[in-house]
């Protein structure tokens, strides 16, 4: 079997979950990792055979990885992107690709003008019922697609150092945004594609988070429909996404968190007919967007998520940001023109 043979930077939270699951991914082997500072993911990696560097560009100058897995703070991610095009590597960069749409347009380009894979940590999309959920918006089983209604709440931030990056306006600006939202954010782009405006509003009612802990988005698209998106770190976790079509809606319940995945609950009302009510068992998202990124690279299989989807969410967050501050209504304009690398 081929194998593809990546390097892990950054061994925090997701970094460590990432590693334990490209694990159990057969066509992927995790040959190397680094972090900033070295424990305690140098003890962790030697626990499980990997080898470790001291950072970054040592990482990248070995010649036998074909990928690097960017599991690090948000202000670093275009930077590490462009770093690995240089280098000759595919990257699988956790969200979000980059805080600004031009930051996000240079890595997609960096990396299509040398015919490297971008992969992203947009595990939402590989869920069971949100596989099955978009396939039967595309099928036309509840007609038009008007409204998205969704929400991703979490409290896992709650009592953590004030001097967390997560906390900075330089990594984490609008709060929840960056955390949660995003992967909303994600899944409207999926259904509804390109973004034309955002209005958006910032709370920080629970003095505990100082870049703001309750996020309400409200996003138009070009082709029509809209997305009201919540994203809170000040209530204990929720996660629903609901699309509501012009002959019916499906509604969808995380039953956990995705670190620990529980299965799910969809219901679907579709006019004329009963309502049905689904239960979808425990699935490893997280892994099987992994392994589509190895399989892209081995087999040369469509990766799920398009580029264009990737830049069109940045484009929201930028927007979100913008809106939060300024506290009125973004326009988003589309550009055709090319980055200049
Ligand atoms: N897909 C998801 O559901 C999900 C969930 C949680 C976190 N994430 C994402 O994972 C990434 C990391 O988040 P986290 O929660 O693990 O944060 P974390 O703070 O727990 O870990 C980040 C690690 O990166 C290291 N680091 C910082 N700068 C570095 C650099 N220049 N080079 C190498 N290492 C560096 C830090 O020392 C730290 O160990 C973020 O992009 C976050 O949004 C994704």
Redesign the pocket.
């Known amino acids: 079997m081929k194998q593809l043979r990546v390097g892990v930077?950054?061994?925090?939270?997701?970094?460590k979950l990432i590693v334990d699951q490209l694990r159990q991914c057969p066509s992927v082997t995790v040959v190397v990792a680094?972090?900033?500072?070295p424990e305690p993911?140098k003890r962790f990696v030697a626990e499980r055979g990997i080898a470790w560097v001291d950072?970054?560009d040592h990482l990248l100058a070995i010649a036998g990885i074909d990928a690097v897995i960017?599991?690090?703070?948000?202000a670093?991610?275009t930077g590490?992107i462009l770093q690995a095009a240089e280098k000759g590597k595919h990257v699988f960069c956790?969200?979000?690709l980059a805080l600004l749409a031009q930051e996000a347009r240079l890595s997609i380009e960096a990396m299509k003008s040398r015919g490297l894979t971008l992969g992203l940590?947009?595990?939402k999309r590989f869920e069971p019922p949100i596989i099955e959920a978009l396939a039967r918006v595309r099928r036309g089983d509840i007609g038009i697609p008007l409204q998205m209604e969704a929400n991703f709440n979490q409290d896992k931030f709650l009592g953590m150092s004030q001097n967390?990056?997560?906390f900075e306006e330089t990594d984490a600006p609008a709060g929840p945004l960056?955390?949660t939202g995003i992967?909303l954010i994600d899944l409207a782009v999926a259904v509804l594609g390109r973004a034309k405006a955002v209005t958006a509003a910032l709370g920080r009612s629970s003095g505990q988070l100082r870049n703001g802990d309750t996020l309400g988005m409200l996003v138009e698209f070009e082709k029509g429909g809209h997305a009201l998106i919540g994203a809170m770190l000040a209530t204990p976790f929720s996660g629903r996404f609901a699309l509501y079509g012009s002959t019916g809606w499906i509604d969808v319940r995380d039953n956990a968190h995705?670190?620990h995945p529980q299965g799910w609950t969809m219901r679907i009302s579709r006019r004329g007919f009963a309502e049905e009510v689904f239960s979808f068992p425990s699935h490893p998202a997280?892994r099987d967007n992994l392994e589509a990124f190895a399989a892209s690279i081995l087999d040369g299989a469509d990766y799920p998520i398009p580029t264009d989807d990737m830049e069109a969410n940045v484009s929201i967050l930028e927007a979100v940001v913008t809106s939060t501050r300024i506290g009125q209504r973004v326009q988003i304009f589309s550009t055709s023109r090319p980055p200049q690398l």
Do not use: F, I, M, S
């Open positions: 930077v950054g061994l925090g939270w997701w970094g680094t972090d900033r500072v993911g950072d970054y960017l599991c690090t703070p948000h670093t991610h590490q956790e969200k979000p940590g947009h595990e967390n990056w997560r960056t955390a992967h995705p670190e997280v």
